[in-house]
């Protein structure tokens, strides 16, 4: 099976970008009109290949190769899907969240001139050093740089008390500028991480008692819009390049 690393001249950037440990930050790097750096649909190809290798170090490049792709380049993608030939349920699934984010991360929204990550933190626990991830949110910041399970335990930029104090690094997130790239220190499956991430802009309504409820909604029609793409456009994309 073809290697991305091996062949690909914009996945190269890619894989560079991964082992920094960059996230979305840097997807403009692959966005590049140069005809060395644009992705093809062979090029593309060849990265979802790489996104079910044995090897989870190719795994893990293709993973954020796809994820730093632009909304325009989904139809490329949904081709070179097609190419690859009828997928598997789990194969396809993994596909659908990745182009769930893709599609998310130029989706428009209310927002206001704060950070924000788009995660959700586990409760707390005494055992815990920092903050857990519980959960990403497609389409921000968070969702190609973070892993669930990912403790984050301080900021390069602004270091954070100790004992840990969960809303003093909410705080610092709110207070950095969305856009700017901070450096986090991550506990990631016992192994500390610097992952850099370039935050994306809080969603309006910070002041009003009932934030989270309508966060929660934000999030549901983000959703839906995402789905909408991949039942109506992307996935029928893919059965149509299956065609003889």
Known sequence: MRRPAECIPWTLLAVAICAAGAGIAAGPALQSDSAATRPTVRDMRGVLEGL???????????????????RAQLPALASA???????????LQEL????????LSEEPYDSLPQGFLGITMSPLDDNACGAVVESRMPGFCAYAALRDGDEITDIE?????RPFDRNQFINVIQETPPGRTI??????????????????????GANELNY?????ELLARRRDAAA???EKTFYP????GHKP
Do not use: F, M, N
């Not at 850099?196 to 802009?201: F, G, I, K």
């Open 157 to 161: 930029e602004r270091p954070l008390a």
């Open 212 to 216: 989270e409820l309508r966060v929660r």
């Open 96 to 103: 659908r969240e990745i182009v769930a984010h893709v599609y």
């Open 183 to 204: 450096h986090l220190k991550v506990l990631r499956q016992g192994r500390a991480v610097r992952v850099p991430v370039t935050l994306s802009r809080r969603p309006a």
């Open 81 to 91: 899907a097609a190419e690859l030939g009828p997928l598997e349920p789990p194969a």
């Open 237 to 240: 994309a893919i059965v149509d």
């Open 52 to 70: 079910w290798d044995a090897d989870p170090a190719v795994r893990e490049q293709s993973r954020c190769a796809l994820l730093a792709l632009r």
């Open 228 to 230: 909408a793409y991949w």
